[in-house]
């Protein structure tokens, strides 16, 4: 977005107030009046509010308009691995269903892989009105520049309205450089998506200042609207198999699969039980489990409940655990039915991980932990006798 901003000097009176102001350093004073060094300015703005002369004016340019109108439909990015579609993707079409039948829009499935031509069908019956695929050997597994370039190459020759995507690791590596190469708008982690009829806007919440409020926002000079949505929150769509799409395969020439990158191996991670992302239960370890022993405890009771491991960040910094089960404003945005904090304190980065799951019980000896706070049910006492009793109790409850 081009901009400009000028001191104007027959009103500046050499006050200060502006160089205090900005959070760059990027101004001082010379001669009495204020002076804007443009290498460290970054046009944030801070500075005009805060003259009470009016002596400083940024005007912002951004550039020719949109013709908002040209953009239409509703499409969905399913995410697949080895070929199997994953269960965001099921959800967003759901939710993506209610959006495109608000607007009167069709709804669109994207789907690029390798060998993944029948999967139309699947996604046809999952309620795509339209599917659009691009099926490539260097599309066979995630990487993110032919991704990316294929993503833009689709939205810039059909101009989608909105573009849903998981919050995956791969939805956020791949939207957000979409977004930026197409001028679009992004919003990342939502929990609930609507849409403003009259002004047919995008209304995307999702929590913020570490989920103390909950925030709505609008793209309204932009187009497509992007969002993100977070796993396990809004509802799969069900399984039609009388419904048919139109399906759109494109071919591309092949510098549009170009990479920087090479594609050695992926190696399934050893000892993962459950993925996180989708478990439906979770015991998580923090510093309070005192080393990797403790995490063996936890992995019992995840056991007995058929759940998933995770971790706190202090955990994973220990090494005590790898950093694929760390839950947390770094890590991964888990939303399980069921979160078992042991030995967690509940500072906000790892809260923001995790406050959504349905039931939270926290397991802690200090009575004061934060964590009690956000949680369901609380036991204040020592994991080490809490954590193995538990786990007994599932094991015979359940028969294990
Ligand atoms: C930019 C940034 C990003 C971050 N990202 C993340 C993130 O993604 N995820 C994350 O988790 N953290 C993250 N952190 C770190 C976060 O701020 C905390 O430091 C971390 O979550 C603390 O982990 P903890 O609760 O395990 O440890 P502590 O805060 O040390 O808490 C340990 C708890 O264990 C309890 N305890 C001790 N012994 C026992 C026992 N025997 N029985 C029962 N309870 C016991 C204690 O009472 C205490 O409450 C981030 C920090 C920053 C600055």
Known sequence: MPASITILLHKCTGCTLCVKTCPFGAIHMANRKAVIDMAKCTLCGACVPACKFSAIELKKDSGPKKDLSAYKDVWVFCEQKKGVIQSISFELLGEGRKLADKLGVKLAAVILGSGIEAKAEELAHRGADKVYLVDHPALGSYQDDPYTEVLVKLAEEYKPEVILCGATTIGRSLVSRVAIKIGAGL????????????????????????????????????????????????????????????????????EVFKSRTRLVDIVAEIGETVNLSEADIIVSGGRGLGGKEGFAMIAELAKALNGAVGAARSAVDADWISYSHQVGQTGKTVCPKLYIACGISGQIQHLIGMQSSKVIVAINKDPDAPIFKVATYGIVGDVFEIVPALTKEFRRALNK
Request: charged fraction near 30%; glycine fraction near 4%.
């Open 187 to 254: 919003t990342a982690d939502c929990t609930e998506l609507d849409v403003d009829l009259k002004e047919r806007l995008l209304l995307q919440t999702r929590p913020a200042f570490g989920g103390n409020i909950m925030a709505t926002i609008i793209t309204p000079n932009h187009r497509p609207q992007m969002a993100t949505v977070r796993h396990k929150v809004m509802k799969e769509a069900g399984i039609d198999k009388s419904r048919r799409a139109e399906v759109t395969s494109k071919i591309y020439p092949e």
